[in-house]
Structures are given as C-alpha cells and as structure tokens.
C-alpha cells in the first residue's frame, strides 16, 4: 500500500521538477516519495526522466553531516564531492572536509578519489 497515492506523488514530482529545487531538497522529496512506498525508477520517470542514479545520489546526499550539507547550501563544497563524502562515516566526513576547506587537494576529482578510497576501506572494515 502507497501512503501517497501514485496519481499524488507523480503530481508532486512532476510539479518540482518545474521548479529550482537545490540537490538536498531533491533528496528530501525523493525520500519521502521512498517512504511512501515508490520506486526509485518511477520517481526518476516523473522527475524529467532522469536516470534512476540520480534519485539514489540525491538521497545519499541527505547522509552528509551538518557542516557538509551547510557547505554544500552556501557553495563551499562541490556536489560531486558532496556525493562521496556522504557515502562515508561522520568522522571521516568531517576529516574530508577539513582537508578540501584546507586547500590539501590539487583539484575536485582528486578529493572525489580519496573520499571514494576512504568508503571502500570503510565498507572492508564493516565487512568483516
């Protein structure tokens, strides 16, 4: 059973998609179209048809601790890098982000590789 009817949710969905809602309260409305008991694939099709991806990575955005979501609002930190460092664990968020505010990486994709390199020791450390 759908909490929100499916008439309802693609009404909403289609009518945000027409507006110029930031990447966290995509994810909001994503996840509460989740709750609700819709698919990823069908949320994706009523929001402009994007790839189903992207209503996973707006989601995951919603893990970022609170600094990486205000940086992420005021333009501080970049969305792609905002998407790894929301796949890791607080400590190492925080620890990311203080070191792309530092300046300790040569560009974006380098932080993207070593927030990508961090979750997967994460994931083998939870692994075990």
């Keep these: 059973m ?4 499916t008439p309802h949710a693609e ?5 945000a998609a027409g507006r110029d809602l930031g ?3 995509e994810g909001r409305l994503f996840a509460l179209l989740v709750e609700a008991g819709h698919e990823h694939r069908e949320i994706a099709e009523w929001y402009g048809g994007k790839p189903v991806a ?3 990575w707006r989601i995951e955005l919603l893990n970022l601790c609170d600094l990486g979501t205000e940086w992420l609002d005021d333009g501080r930190l970049p969305l792609a890098l905002a998407g790894y460092i929301a796949r890791l664990s607080e400590p190492n968020q925080q620890l990311m982000l203080n070191r792309w505010i530092r300046g300790d990486f040569r560009h974006e994709r380098h932080a ?4 990508a390199s961090i979750a997967e020791d994460e994931q083998g ?3 075990l």
């Design 112 to 115: 993207e590789r070593h927030a």
């Design 23 to 25: 990447p966290l309260d």
């Design 2 to 5: 759908k909490l929100i009817p």
């Design 54 to 56: 992207y209503v996973h």
């Design 11 to 15: 009404t909403i969905t289609r009518e």
């Design 125 to 127: 450390l939870y692994g």
